[in-house]
């Protein structure tokens, strides 16, 4: 599986190669947290990603005894959730997509059953709302349509087979056609909503979400960052790797602020290492912090909050433990003002369904923002594409 600087598939789980070992942080909780979990049964949680699909296993004393990764295999659809829900038009190709991730979660089931008594087990599963759709067997296409509404977000069930049983997972409720159940899910573990002070939670996957709230005030939006976080042009550079890379280049004077990479790697890329950095990948990572940035600077504005109201910035995603800020911010991925401010949350999807397990739910009723339909989106996108210049 190693590919690149990291696996082939990154779920926050720490187990890098390396000199460094981290902890596992699939899940984590402090001592204080584990106390509090009441959980009667183990469960099974499930994050399907656009990208990547991860499972965990969880006791009752809130440990996580398995986990199972594996890649989406409904990629050969499409990178991204626009080519998903245009594939998923065709009711063949629908019913394939469904039918390859209810397998791949049966084969994450299997493997858990090999050494565990999952007889009692429950399973909750968070995802993208495009994600959900197709698990469920629904056709996608009002995702992709104005005015992009979504009629089933709410808590949903699927029924699928695994080593010649019948198993129910349920799937946590989303807030809209961009915005699914693994910010719900995100929320919930983060605890934005039950903060005096304003949290910022940013989702760094393919389909970029972000929540920004407190005990009185919740808004939620997305903004379609595409594969470039989870390795894009460049298979196997993943997330954190290629943000840091970026920021070398930028330091190191390989490529100017408008992204184009100095003669003579302009036409056939440059190596950092042994990795190899190719212009369509600068490119990809260029657009996608691109909308991170821009969905971050919307979301503010609407909910009248300023850099120096929130507290904390929470970057959550599959690799969001290893993302450096200084880095992330020296790419223009996040404003400059927010950098001392961030902390990793790893996998955030797959913690906040633990919650969800416990009868956590959201107190606060969201406010949705569809960038789609913002009409500074567009200008502010395209002034913050290019990359912050150094001296």
Same mark, same amino acid.
């Given at each position: ?72 295999? +409904? ?22 997509? +469904? ?237 400059? +003002? ?54």
């Amino acid at each position: 599986m190693k590919k690149g600087t990291r696996c082939t598939i990154c779920t926050g789980c720490g187990r890098c190669f390396g000199d460094v070992k981290r902890e596992t942080r699939i899940l984590s909780f402090s001592d204080t947290e584990k106390d509090n979990l009441q959980l009667s049964f183990p469960v099974i949680l499930v994050d399907i990603g656009t990208t990547t699909i991860a499972m965990v296993m969880v006791d009752t004393d809130g440990s996580a005894i398995d986990s199972y990764a594996v890649l989406n295999p +409904q990629g050969k659809y499409g990178a991204d959730v626009i080519s998903r829900i245009a594939a998923g038009a065709d009711a063949e190709k629908l019913k394939a997509m +469904q039918a390859l991730v209810l397998e791949e979660i049966g084969k994450g089931i299997k493997q858990f059953a090999r050494s565990h008594d999952i007889s009692d087990a429950k399973i909750f599963i968070s995802a993208n709302t495009t994600m959900t759709y197709l698990l469920r067997g629904l056709a996608p296409a009002e995702l992709g349509t104005a005015p992009f509404k979504a009629e089933h977000i709410g808590e949903d069930s699927v029924l699928f087979s695994a080593g010649g049983k019948e198993y129910e997972a349920r799937i946590l409720p989303g807030f809209s056609a961009f915005v699914g159940s693994d910010i719900y899910a995100g929320i919930l573990a983060t605890g934005i909503c039950s903060s005096d002070k304003y949290k910022l939670l940013c989702d760094l996957g393919t389909n970029g979400e972000i929540a920004l709230g407190n005990k009185d005030h919740l808004y939620v939006t997305a903004t379609a960052a595409g594969p470039a976080f989870e390795g894009g042009p460049c298979k196997g550079i993943w997330g954190a790797d290629m943000i840091s890379l970026t920021s070398r280049l930028l330091k190191g004077g390989y490529m100017d602020s408008t992204g184009l990479l100095k003669d003579p790697y302009f036409d056939e890329g440059i190596d950092i290492g042994s990795v190899h950095i190719t212009q369509d990948s600068v490119r990809a990572m260029q657009l996608a912090k691109g909308a991170i940035y821009a969905g971050i600077n919307i979301i503010c504005k609407k909910a009248s909050v300023s850099f120096e109201d929130i507290d904390e910035v929470i970057l959550a995603g599959g690799f969001g433990y290893f993302l450096k800020p200084s880095d992330a911010s020296s790419i223009g991925l996040i404003p400059g +003002q927010l950098s001392g401010k961030c902390t990793s949350g790893g996998n955030t999807s797959l913690t906040g369904a633990l919650h969800y397990a416990t009868g956590e739910r959201i107190p606060v009723k969201p406010t949705v923002i569809n960038l789609a339909e913002d009409p500074t989106f567009n200008d502010l996108y395209m002034n913050v594409l290019n990359f912050p210049k150094f001296l």
